[in-house]
């Protein structure tokens, strides 16, 4: 099974940096998640590691250690609409069904 | 948008009822998984559906099941519906086993 933990709630300021944090324990690994959920939607897909390392795209960037268990997501120039739930997930090497932690909820302030 | 869509956006139920809720996925792509998440949750596997055959199944009772069909649209199948059963029910679609895109989910109320 998995064990997937991230923070609770983060709070920053516009045009500020924000660094979400995500630990894992797997029994199988086979890749990391990140996905964006705005309150009374769905989560959309953002970035995807599966080797250690660093993943840009545009003002989001990932980091996997895999030796570590250790995962985060890294928002850059924040702005409003940034404010979200930010899903940590874990796909299993077995059958790929994706385990995802609690969230993160970012507010972005003014 | 994603292009996955599900049926009903909402539904409300009584406890001891059957529901079925349905999901058709993104052109291209034969891999259904449907997830439930409980508020301020993150989502839970319930299953993944791979070329009609189910292909994983997550910490769930029997009562919950599925089809998925040779268009590779879904369908969730609750019976005998429990109070901690209202969730926001998610199906996500991909090819094969890359990333998974969500549709924007079914939210069911039991009452």
């Known amino acids: 099974g998995q064990n997937i933990d991230q923070p609770t709630e983060m709070t920053a300021t516009e045009g500020a940096i924000v660094q979400i944090n995500c630990t894992y324990q797997t029994s199988g690994f086979n890749g990391l998640f990140w996905y964006q959920q705005h309150a009374g939607e769905a989560p959309t897909f953002l970035s995807y590691?599966?080797?250690?390392g660093l993943e840009e795209k545009g003002r989001f960037s990932s980091f996997l250690s895999r030796s570590k268990g250790y995962s985060y997501l890294l928002l850059k120039e924040l702005q409003m609409k940034d404010s979200a739930s930010y899903l940590c997930?874990?796909?299993?090497?077995?059958?790929?069904?994706?385990?995802f932690g609690a969230g993160t909820t970012v507010t972005v302030r003014a | 948008e994603t292009g996955v869509t599900q049926s009903p956006t909402h539904l409300i139920k009584t406890r001891g009822q059957q529901v079925t809720l349905r999901c058709s996925s993104q052109s291209g792509h034969n891999t259904v998984s449907w997830y439930q998440q409980a508020l301020g949750q993150g989502p839970q596997f319930i299953f993944q559906?791979?070329?009609?055959?189910?292909?994983g199944r997550g910490n769930f009772p029997p009562r919950f099941s599925g089809l998925q069909f040779p268009n590779y649209s879904s369908e969730l199948n609750v019976n005998a519906l429990e109070l901690d059963d209202s969730a926001l029910y998610l199906c996500?679609?991909?090819?094969?086993?890359?990333?998974?895109?969500f549709g924007p989910g079914t939210r069911l109320t039991v009452t």
């Open positions: 996500a679609s991909s090819f094969e086993t890359y990333e998974q895109y």
């Open positions: 590691n599966v080797l250690d």
């Open positions: 559906y791979y070329r009609e055959e189910e292909n």
């Open positions: 997930a874990v796909r299993d090497l077995n059958d790929y069904k994706l385990s």
